[in-house]
């Protein structure tokens, strides 16, 4: 893929949190060419709600590369399974995609509150005052594709984490919601192989958009229009049109649009070398780790 197909890129910025409409979640989206993305404003209200990116994401008919921040499954090679032990354990990120969907079904808003609350996979999260007496300890068990990014110096944590403001587990849950109510009508890459047309959802970490756009650890964050433009031009954009709120979504959206509008072309972020075709049935790989 020396020429990438995309003709748009879009950035979303998720959010776990309880309730229905987040702050915490952003849109960004742009062309190819050097214009700055532009944050894509939620249908209704003033914030979007995770329903709301889901009938966004099922909209998408163009040639768009999505980049979703979470991360769409547990570990799985580490211990041969997502929850080892567990009656019914998944067999793949679908099975896992589904089960997580189906077990919090009375759960407004794509959450996950009664999964959480099942005795055997309790076991295996670490939560607030409820450390599940499986989770390892340390950091957590980590994909693949992680302990790839730790190579690549950033500082990844576990999903099965749900504690802190580091965590990315309640994120990512409640996103495995949404990939199954996508129900293949969006593939997923590396779950579901690129297709020749139409748009293609991918795992993205904001973190590498921030160091690619010469950002350096421990600065990762964006807070005001200056900082914005000196990053996008490091990945070859115009400066951005003025925001009415800057905070770390809304930037981190923007930057990362404009990083996969950047490196789509890329063969080697489609073809890493450590990812095997069961690795991307069960784990998944993030755009970018190559």
């Known amino acids: ?45 003033t914030a979007w709600s995770r329903d709301d990116v889901l009938a966004w994401l099922l909209d998408q008919t163009e040639p768009t590369l999505v980049g979703l921040d979470l991360s769409p499954a547990f570990p799985f090679v ?78 990844p944590t576990s999903c099965f984490n749900l504690v802190g403001a580091a965590q990315v587990g309640k994120s990512s849950l409640t996103g ?6 996508l129900a293949s009508r969006v593939p997923v890459w590396p779950f579901d192989p690129l297709p020749p047309e139409g748009p293609v959802i991918v795992e993205i970490y904001t973190t590498i958009a921030a160091r690619a756009a010469g950002i350096r650890k421990g600065l990762s964050k964006m807070r005001d229009a200056t900082a914005l433009d000196a990053a996008l031009a490091n990945l070859g954009s115009h400066p951005h049109a003025p925001l009415a709120r800057y905070d770390d979504h809304a930037t981190d959206a923007i930057l990362t649009a404009a990083w996969l509008r950047a490196n789509a072309h890329r063969p080697e972020l489609w073809t890493p070398t450590a990812m095997t075709p069961h690795i991307a049935r069960t784990e998944g790989w993030t755009f970018g780790v190559s």
């Open 1 to 45: 893929m020396a020429e990438t197909r995309f003709t748009r890129f879009a950035a979303i910025d998720w959010s776990g949190a309880q309730g229905h409409r987040h702050k915490g979640i952003a849109v960004a989206i742009c062309d190819t060419g050097d214009a700055a993305p532009a944050l894509v404003e939620p249908p209704e209200a």
């Open 78 to 155: 580490d211990r041969d399974g997502y929850f080892p032990g567990a009656p019914g354990s998944p067999p793949d990120a679908r099975a896992l995609w589904a089960m997580v969907d189906q077990a919090s079904a009375t759960d407004p808003h794509l959450a996950v509150s009664t999964l959480l609350t099942d005795p055997e996979i309790r076991r295996h999260f670490r939560q607030h005052r409820d450390c599940g007496d499986l989770f390892p300890g340390g950091a957590g068990r980590m994909r693949v594709c992680e302990h790839g990014q730790r190579a690549m110096g950033l500082s």
């Open 176 to 181: 495995m919601r949404v990939l199954h109510r």
